[in-house]
């Protein structure tokens, strides 16, 4: 094994970060890359990622860091949970598979169709390969975003990814045009899609980019008082001329198109963590600058109370009165993949399996054939993958999401300690959001969910220039 850091070879593996930020940047655009083209593209770009990494780490350009290290066990959650969904699609004997998912085998029996723990082994094959590249993204982030310049990077690419799709999203609903990914929306029309086809969706997008760009805030504020009114004035215009400007701005344009979607778990996932989450962060600072209670307090009422109120919140408002447990249909989806990880605690119903499974447990108060996904992931990652892997996965976010908090506490340089307030943010906000939606089954989303669990580990350990050990074999 060889561990390195950048400021021993620096430049070989500089191409493949390159490579890598080009792909966060391209996945949302074709419809968060929720097409099997589009998600087949994703898997080759990643693909190709990691066997050219592979090749420079055989031939001795790269080689691994402590993030990479330190992070073994939520990579070996990933494997594991990959490995079994490859079990998943195995034909096994009657008497294994009575034994492990009887109600698996009961309806194979029927049906006369594959023998295997999969009721849908051709979408489990594909959600085979979809895990596998984010076991790889989340590998690669650790890999190449090995020093502090490069994570300054890759948090600029999300923030401009973020801010792109918002006013792309606000321009389109504001002007009418209602055009998503080069074609005219068929859903969704009135509200901000982005190139997303659902508003949730670019939500969900956009709570984990405002995450990373309040974090990139947070780190480019001067932790010292200015010292007099001419001090103050320099910061002040040096913060007009400076990149922070271009950040705040993005900053708004997002709370803009977030307010826009309309979505409700939507804003309330991002009002939440960052309320919940900036507390967290004066209080793990220990020292309250007047900096950081004036970007907090702007983002709470100016971004949310006047931009939003004239964008449009009082609508989400009324979206969320207007909310009953009678009118909404998802609960009724809820209760039936319920039911799903009842019938399948063990070994689950076969990732990717719940479209075509739900119809038999549609008991006639939904829709038929209208709902793909079950409108809450973590009723869905049981029901497909079954409890113990549920867990394995369940383990793996929390244990990144704990990383990231102990970043925010331990770590003393600006950036990290921004960047880990970023990812600490961005987990919460979409595991609220994910209770009432299934951003996680969007490859885009889930790729960029893999970044901000990898941006945890590598805030809480990655070492400043000069300190890490020289590479040894």
């Not at 906000?429 to 969910?449: E, Y």
């Amino acid at each position: 094994m060889r561990t390195h850091n950048s400021a021993f070879l620096p430049a070989a593996d500089r191409p493949l970060f390159i490579a890598y930020l080009a792909l966060l940047l391209w996945l949302p655009l074709p419809l968060g890359s929720n097409r099997i083209w589009a998600w087949s593209l994703m898997e080759v770009w990643i693909l190709t990622l990691a066997i050219v990494w592979l090749i420079l780490f055989l031939r001795g350009k790269v080689g691994i860091n402590s993030a990479f290290v330190n992070a073994s066990t939520v990579t070996a959650c990933f494997f594991f949970t990959t490995l079994w969904l490859i079990v998943q699609t195995l034909p096994l004997p009657d008497a294994v598979l009575s034994a492990l998912s009887p109600q698996a085998y009961a309806i194979h029996s029927v049906a006369n169709s594959h023998s295997s723990l999969s009721l849908d082994v051709y979408a489990t094959r594909q959600s085979v390969l979809e895990t596998l590249c984010y076991l790889l993204l989340f590998c690669l982030t650790l890999l190449l975003v090995n020093d502090t310049r490069r994570v300054k990077m890759l948090a600029r690419v999300i923030v401009f990814a973020g801010a792109f799709q918002a006013a792309y999203g606000a321009l389109m609903t504001l002007s009418g045009l209602e055009y998503g990914f080069f074609v005219e929306k068929e859903f969704g029309r009135g509200v901000a899609t982005g190139t997303f086809v659902n508003r949730n969706h670019l939500a969900g997008f956009l709570e984990m980019s405002l995450a990373v760009g309040v974090g990139l805030m947070l780190a480019e504020l001067s932790p010292q008082r200015a010292a007099d009114w001419r001090d103050r004035t320099r910061r002040i215009l040096e913060a007009l001329l400076s990149a922070k400007a271009l950040t705040r701005l993005a900053l708004v344009i997002m709370v803009i198109a977030l307010v826009l979607t309309r979505s409700r778990m939507g804003n309330i996932g991002f009002l939440v963590s960052l309320t919940v989450v900036g507390a967290f962060y004066l209080f793990a600072i220990r020292r309250i600058t007047r900096g950081s209670l004036i970007f907090f307090a702007s983002l709470l009422i100016i971004d949310l109370l006047i931009v939003s109120n004239f964008f449009g919140i009082e609508q989400v408002a009324e979206r969320l009165q207007q909310t009953t447990l009678e009118t909404e249909e998802r609960d009724e989806v809820s209760k039936e993949a319920l039911a799903m990880v009842r019938d399948f605690p063990l070994t689950g119903i076969g990732a990717g399996s719940f479209y075509s499974t739900y119809p038999m447990y549609n008991i006639g108060d939904v829709a038929p054939g209208f709902y793909r996904h079950a409108h809450n992931d973590y009723l869905q990652f049981a029901a497909e993958f079954g409890l113990p892997a549920f867990a394995l996965l369940g383990f793996s976010v929390l244990a990144s999401f704990f990383a990231a908090i102990r970043a925010m506490i331990k770590r003393r340089d600006r950036l990290l300690q921004g960047m880990s307030f970023a990812a600490t943010m961005g987990i919460l906000a979409l595991l609220i959001h994910s209770a009432v939606d299934f951003n996680l089954q969007i490859p885009a989303n889930a790729a960029m969910f893999v970044v901000l669990l990898a941006l945890a580990w590598i805030c809480r350990y990655l070492k400043p220039a000069g300190r890490e050990r020289k590479p040894w074999k």
